[in-house]
């Protein structure tokens, strides 16, 4: 690796024009009371964002659109034009900047620094390079593939469970439980070896942040650091299973031998798959948990019947998706559900809110294992790039929400569950329990 003399220029001018250009309009606008920007800034709505969705529903609707519109960004709760925009090729997924400010944003992209948003991320390219990538790793995350894991996941559950039994009764949630067994599971399919673990997390935790816009420069410096340590971390496992390979996806990709992906391109796709396999599922355990716990009727239901715990993560998915929102930015001149959009024009698309469409799911704020049209959310997105750890997600909170309550049936909160502070994701940062 070599130094880069320019990095810290190049740092500050990303800075300024992906999130502090941005981010001024944006609580700008808040003040103003636009509630796309206050889902941005507004606390009170980060930590519970639903009534805002369900203005936006009615705002929308009164402008005879599914789309509220803030002259800068348009904004969707609607489930028939989510959808639609998340599979529309007249989407893409890059932030667009108007012409020279475009060049300049390009080039201050820092190698070393290319968070999960930034190309070549996969979430931040289009095809055809988008299936490039993702091609590589498909084979690692199929259902088939999910399934032979299962044994593993159980185990892994089994060996925290034990763990926390040794404990006393009080425990973190998150921390000693739904936070480690996603990391260990995804490290194992990526082959990196348990004395890292911890470390993965604690830069993974770091990194999180990057996927919200409108950082203040504090916010962004800091998880730059834990990214920064996640590309040499990176680079150096890349190396060592260059020259001693084994059978998981790293050294897979590590050892190619008909492509010409570069250096980058191969930590882009690494950073992606492993962040994204314990950064999102830790939250749906969470947020699973925070759910049947505050619902004695549903606590019954799944000690009678534990075959509901699918049940109970498919409706937490619907529920109170781990992930709320995602961008996507207009190609060309279209219309959407009969509402036009101008290219150009930047669309956050409210999965959190889509999912509770009324149009789509009857009583849409009542939260239901039995539904049998849960699975209808659009909590892993949709189109092509559908998550790609949706069968891992769900196999890991299942097994492990199962395991958790059948080892500790008297499980309860001990005290007020704290949400972490980002937009995008949404989940627990801390859980205080009683085991017993
Ligand atoms: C509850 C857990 C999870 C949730 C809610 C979730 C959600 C999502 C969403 C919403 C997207 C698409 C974003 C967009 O359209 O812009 C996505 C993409 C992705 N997810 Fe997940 N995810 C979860 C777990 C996982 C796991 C366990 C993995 C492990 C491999 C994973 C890997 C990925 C990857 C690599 C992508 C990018 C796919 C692409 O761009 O083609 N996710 N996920």
Same mark, same amino acid.
């Given at each position: 690796?070599?130094?880069?003399?320019?990095?810290?220029?190049?740092?500050?001018?990303?800075?300024?024009? #992906?999130?502090?250009?941005?981010?001024?309009?944006?609580?700008?606008?808040?003040?103003?009371?636009? $509630? +796309?920007?206050?889902?941005?800034?507004?606390?009170?709505?980060?930590?519970?964002?639903?009534?805002?969705?369900?203005?936006?529903?009615?705002?929308?609707?009164?402008?005879?659109?599914?789309?509220?519109?803030?002259?800068?960004?348009?904004?969707?709760?609607?489930?028939?034009?989510?959808?639609?925009?998340? &599979?529309?090729?007249?989407?893409?997924?890059?932030?667009?900047?108007?012409?020279?400010?475009?060049?300049?944003?390009?080039?201050?992209?820092?190698?070393?620094?290319?968070?999960?948003?930034?190309?070549?991320?996969?979430?931040?390219?289009?095809?055809? =390079?988008?299936? %490039?990538?993702?091609?590589?790793?498909?084979?690692?995350?199929?259902?088939?593939?999910?399934? #032979?894991?299962?044994?593993?996941?159980?185990?892994?559950?089994?060996?925290? $469970?034990?763990?926390?039994?040794?404990?006393?009764? &009080?425990?973190?949630?998150?921390?000693?439980?739904?936070?480690?067994?996603?990391?260990?599971?995804?490290?194992?399919? $990526?082959?990196?070896?348990?004395?890292?673990?911890?470390?993965?997390?604690?830069?993974?935790?770091?990194?999180?942040?990057?996927?919200?816009?409108?950082?203040?420069?504090?916010?962004?410096?800091?998880?730059?650091?834990?990214? &920064?340590?996640?590309?040499?971390?990176?680079?150096?496992?890349?190396?060592?299973?260059? %020259?001693?390979?084994?059978?998981?996806?790293?050294?897979?990709?590590?050892?190619?031998?008909?492509?010409?992906?570069?250096?980058?391109?191969?930590?882009?796709?690494?950073?992606?798959?492993? #962040?994204?396999?314990?950064?999102?599922?830790?939250?749906?355990?969470?947020?699973?948990?925070?759910? =049947?716990?505050?619902?004695?009727?549903?606590?019954?239901?799944?000690?009678?019947?534990?075959?509901?715990?699918?049940?109970?993560?498919?409706?937490?998915?619907?529920?109170?998706?781990?992930?709320?929102?995602?961008?996507?930015?207009?190609?060309?001149?279209? +219309?959407?559900?009969?509402?036009?959009?101008?290219?150009?024009?930047?669309?956050?698309?409210?999965?959190?809110?889509?999912?509770?469409?009324?149009?789509?799911?009857?009583?849409?704020?009542?939260?239901?294992?039995?539904?049998?049209?849960?699975?209808?959310?659009?909590?892993?997105?949709?189109?092509?790039?559908?998550?790609?750890?949706?069968?891992?997600?769900?196999?890991?909170?299942?097994?492990?929400?199962?395991?958790?309550?059948?080892?500790?049936?008297?499980? %309860?909160?001990?005290?007020?569950?704290?949400?972490?502070?980002?937009?995008?994701?949404?989940?627990?940062?801390?859980?205080?329990?009683?085991?017993?």
């Amino acid at each position: 690796m070599t130094i880069d003399v320019l990095s810290p220029v190049r740092s500050g001018l990303r800075w300024g024009l #992906g999130h502090g250009l941005p981010g001024l309009a944006i609580r700008q606008g808040a003040r103003g009371g636009d $509630l +796309v920007s206050r889902l941005v800034v507004d606390p009170d709505l980060r930590q519970d964002p639903f009534p805002a969705y369900e203005r936006i529903r009615a705002d929308a609707a009164a402008r005879g659109s599914v789309f509220i519109d803030n002259g800068r960004l348009m904004g969707t709760v609607d489930h028939a034009a989510a959808t639609e925009i998340l &599979r529309s090729d007249d989407f893409g997924v890059a932030f667009e900047l108007p012409g020279r400010l475009q060049r300049a944003f390009a080039w201050s992209l820092d190698p070393w620094a290319a968070g999960p948003v930034d190309p070549p991320s996969m979430l931040a390219v289009d095809p055809p =390079v988008h299936g %490039r990538y993702r091609r590589l790793v498909t084979r690692w995350f199929t259902a088939r593939e999910v399934r #032979g894991l299962e044994e593993r996941i159980t185990e892994t559950a089994t060996r925290l $469970l034990d763990g926390l039994a040794a404990q006393g009764s &009080r425990v973190d949630l998150v921390e000693e439980y739904a936070a480690l067994l996603p990391v260990a599971i995804i490290a194992e399919i $990526l082959g990196v070896p348990a004395h890292q673990h911890a470390q993965l997390l604690a830069w993974g935790n770091g990194a999180a942040i990057t996927l919200d816009p409108a950082l203040t420069w504090r916010q962004y410096r800091g998880a730059q650091q834990h990214v &920064r340590a996640l590309h040499r971390w990176l680079d150096d496992h890349l190396a060592a299973k260059r %020259r001693s390979p084994g059978d998981d996806l790293l050294s897979a990709l590590a050892t190619l031998e008909d492509d010409d992906l570069t250096d980058l391109e191969l930590r882009g796709i690494g950073l992606l798959v492993l #962040g994204a396999g314990f950064e999102t599922t830790v939250n749906l355990i969470g947020n699973a948990v925070a759910q =049947v716990q505050s619902r004695p009727e549903v606590r019954a239901a799944v000690r009678d019947d534990p075959g509901l715990w699918g049940g109970v993560v498919e409706e937490t998915l619907r529920f109170d998706s781990p992930v709320q929102l995602t961008f996507r930015s207009a190609l060309t001149d279209t +219309v959407v559900a009969g509402s036009p959009v101008r290219r150009g024009t930047g669309v956050l698309t409210y999965l959190g809110g889509a999912n509770r469409d009324p149009a789509v799911f009857a009583d849409p704020a009542r939260f239901d294992p039995t539904r049998d049209d849960a699975g209808r959310h659009l909590a892993f997105s949709s189109g092509v790039h559908y998550c790609l750890g949706a069968s891992l997600a769900r196999a890991e909170a299942t097994i492990g929400l199962r395991l958790l309550h059948e080892r500790f049936p008297d499980l %309860r909160l001990d005290g007020e569950p704290t949400r972490r502070p980002t937009r995008v994701l949404r989940g627990y940062e801390r859980m205080p329990v009683a085991l017993r």
